[in-house]
């Protein structure tokens, strides 16, 4: 560990998280109004059923991840992470390489994956599980040495305060 090295809290990081979720907001809401303006409103329609284009949420899925890994990528910060001083590196303080970036944005995903119970279990058990499985992810780092949640320690990845 080199002596300008300091591993981040936990708590700062939660801070950070929270600033790239309004971040994430409005990524989000810009890329539903670009699809509502090219479908002509048509992306959600609604009758006795709400249906909305197949393509649509995957392509959400893909912004936003594109958001955290093109972050991580130019310089190991989001938006969210710069204010609160902290930066992700490999395990040897380097930047992320291209497969360590996607594994941390698909293992930090996983949780999302109860979405897909929604129709069986209902909305609100499914949105406490995911609540839930990224509380776990995150409560890892209260106890795995150098404070890495699974998705740092699925890729290889730690957070580190800077200056």
Excluded at 2 to 27: E, G, S
Excluded at 50 to 56: D, E, F, G, K, T
Excluded at 93 to 115: E, K, M, N
Aim: net charge positive; aromatic share 10%; charged share 10%.
């Amino acid at each position: 560990m080199k002596t300008n090295d300091v591993i981040c809290p936990l708590w700062r990081r939660l801070i950070a998280l929270v600033y790239d979720l309004v971040a994430v907001l409005a990524i989000v809401m810009v890329v539903g109004l670009v699809c509502q303006l090219a479908t002509h409103g048509q992306l959600i329609t609604t009758g006795t059923q709400v249906h909305i284009a197949w393509w649509y949420q995957p392509l959400q899925a893909i912004v936003v991840a594109a958001y955290f890994v093109v972050s991580w990528l130019r310089g190991g910060q989001t938006l969210g992470m710069r204010p609160w001083r902290i930066r992700v590196t490999n395990g040897n303080g380097a930047p992320l390489t291209w497969q360590q970036a996607l594994i941390r944005a698909l293992v930090a995903a996983l949780p999302l994956l109860f979405l897909f119970l929604a129709p069986v279990l209902g909305l609100k058990p499914v949105l406490w599980a995911v609540a839930g499985g990224w509380i776990a992810w995150f409560a890892a780092a209260l106890f795995v040495p150098r404070r890495r949640a699974v998705h740092d320690l699925a890729a290889g990845t730690e957070i580190h305060r800077i200056g």
